[in-house]
């Protein structure tokens, strides 16, 4: 696709439940970035990949949370166990070769709600 | 932990007039970028400057750079009603990551 798209736009479900959220990047970029972002906040940084390792996963907040990216494109980030403060939107990123030389290219967002 | 801070947090102003909104940041960057959020939207890039640059035009948005001071302003010309948005200023906190400010609120009454 010509941009990068996210799966689901939005998510309802209930506290305790699995949650998958999927990022498409841009085709070629080596790069992907999730964030979180909470309503009258700035996207906070939750895990960088570059190819198919986790290049730095710092900014997941636990242990409930992890993201893939198998194959070096799409990736999912999976929340286990949610809980109320989970609620947010998930921004996907993706980059040629990173923040440090160029822009990143954002999806719409996943926004999660649990209840 | 945020790199950097726009000031002010909300922005209100008349269609034609000019919005001008500052970010702070802490570390020493090699660029320093700004970005657009629409309501309910994702983030679209708007401009990188870098840091042996001082001042970058890009249509009706110009950008300064002042890393003496760990500061960027963002000057948008003849606003439009279109231009209502969030602005983040975001630089690499690290070799790869953007750290992104939580951003400044501008609206632009007809």
């Known amino acids: 696709g010509a941009g990068v798209s996210q799966t689901p736009s939005n998510k309802v479900t209930e506290k305790g439940k699995y949650v998958e959220l999927r990022c498409d990047p841009i085709?070629?970029?080596?790069?992907l970035y999730w964030y979180r972002q909470s309503l009258g906040q700035g996207p906070e940084f939750l895990i960088y990949f570059q190819g198919t390792g986790a290049a730095d996963d710092s900014g997941l907040p636990n242990d409930r949370f992890f993201a893939v990216r198998p194959e070096g494109s799409v990736s999912t980030l999976k929340i286990q166990r949610t809980e109320r403060g989970d609620s947010a939107v998930y921004l996907c990123a993706s980059s040629l070769s990173g923040a440090n030389t160029g822009e990143l290219f954002f999806g719409e967002g996943s926004r999660l709600t649990v209840l | 932990s945020q790199q950097g801070e726009e000031d002010p947090q909300a922005l209100s102003i008349q269609e034609g007039e000019n919005a001008t909104m500052n970010c702070s940041y802490k570390?020493?960057?090699?660029?320093l970028q700004w970005y657009r959020q629409n309501s309910g939207r994702g983030l679209v890039h708007l401009i990188l400057?870098?840091?042996?640059?001082r001042e970058k035009h890009s249509g009706r948005l110009r950008v300064t750079l002042d890393t003496s001071k760990k500061s960027s302003s963002l000057l948008i010309t003849a606003s439009r009603a279109a231009d209502t948005a969030s602005y983040f200023c975001a630089s690499p906190g690290g070799d790869y990551k953007l750290s992104f400010g939580a951003g400044t609120t501008v609206t632009v009454r007809a």
């Open positions: 570390t020493s960057i090699n660029n």
């Open positions: 085709s070629g970029h080596t790069a």
């Open positions: 400057i870098r840091s042996n640059e």
